[in-house]
């Protein structure tokens, strides 16, 4: 076997044990860590490499790389890698959820908390912001926190302090992953109607299709630049986005970003044929491409910010 196929073995074998589809899927948000690599600058590159090497996991990401692999590949595609962290940590052993509503709302102290890798909690309700709307009139719910907003910011300030390594490496993964989540559109909003008065929890009770190829809005949304868990697939994906607006890019408040997802649901998301209710819908040709066509956009623009982010911010 050459050493390209079989590093798209390994990293597929890897990648597709114990790793649910969230977000943008382990592809998309490889994805946005590719994006971002490109546009690191050598020191920050350098101290990534020094962070994610205190992670539980180092190991097992570097192992997934054949030896003969260039070290500067090799260590793009382990920082690709640590963007899945926080999902992949919802299938690990000696993980457990917390929180309420099967841990997708938080719920005390431990919710907040920030200790770095001596947490084993899953702590879901970081990946999203589910901001509210209503067509129908419906009173709107609170908005949980934390959430995917305030880890954000918080997050950013520990890599900018004199906090200890190990922190700063829990924090990274963190933000490789949240920065991705936050530019998924269903990770900021939900659609709250008098049926479902709580919302529709990102599009999760949103149904597609009818059985036997019941899908979920959500779901859909996640894999809208495919279902692939591969490294190599990734990074494919990502040198074929488009290049995001300057402009646009150099925003830095991740409320700015959760704000453009949110309104991105209304424009894109939740317009025919996903109608009224809760389903079940099936999509068409121009919806397939419409959502493909907005999420390579939101991705292109997630990596290009948390380059941003982490060139300005990381110590």
Request: glycine share 8%; charged share 20%; net charge neutral.
């Amino acid at each position: 076997m050459s050493g390209t196929r079989k590093l798209i073995s390994i990293l597929v074998v890897t990648f597709a044990l114990g790793l649910p589809t969230f977000a943008w899927g382990p592809e998309g948000h490889m994805a946005v860590a590719y994006v971002a690599y490109q546009h690191l600058n050598p020191a920050t590159k350098a101290r990534v490499d020094q962070l994610l090497k205190l992670n539980p996991d180092y190991q097992h990401w570097k192992a997934a790389v054949p030896s003969g692999t260039p070290a500067a590949r090799r260590k793009m595609l382990i920082f690709m890698m640590a963007a899945t962290w926080p999902d992949f940590i919802r299938n690990k052993a000696g993980y457990t959820d917390d929180g309420t509503e099967g841990g997708n709302r938080p719920d005390g102290p431990s919710s907040s908390q920030n200790i770095g890798y001596s947490d084993h909690l899953h702590h879901k309700y970081w990946h999203f912001v589910d901001t509210p709307f209503s067509t129908d009139g419906t009173t709107l719910p609170a908005l949980p926190s934390p959430n995917a907003e305030t880890q954000i910011t918080a997050f950013r300030a520990v890599l900018a302090s004199n906090d200890p390594d190990e922190k700063k490496s829990y924090d990274l993964v963190w933000l490789e992953h949240l920065v991705g989540d936050i530019h998924q559109p269903l990770h900021a909003t939900t659609r709250v109607s008098s049926g479902d008065p709580k919302g529709d929890n990102g599009g999760n009770l949103v149904t597609l299709c009818a059985a036997p190829c019941k899908q979920e809005l959500h779901g859909f949304w996640d894999g809208a630049l495919g279902s692939s868990s591969s490294a190599l697939s990734a990074v494919s994906v990502g040198r074929n986005l488009p290049a995001p607006d300057a402009t646009l890019a150099a925003k830095k408040d991740a409320a700015d970003w959760a704000a453009e997802s949110f309104e991105a649901a209304k424009q894109t998301v939740y317009t025919p044929p996903i109608g009224n209710g809760n389903g079940p819908f099936t999509l068409d040709a121009i919806y397939r491409s419409n959502a493909k066509t907005l999420a390579r956009a939101r991705v292109a623009l997630a990596g290009v910010r948390l380059a941003n982010l982490l060139n300005d911010e990381l110590k």
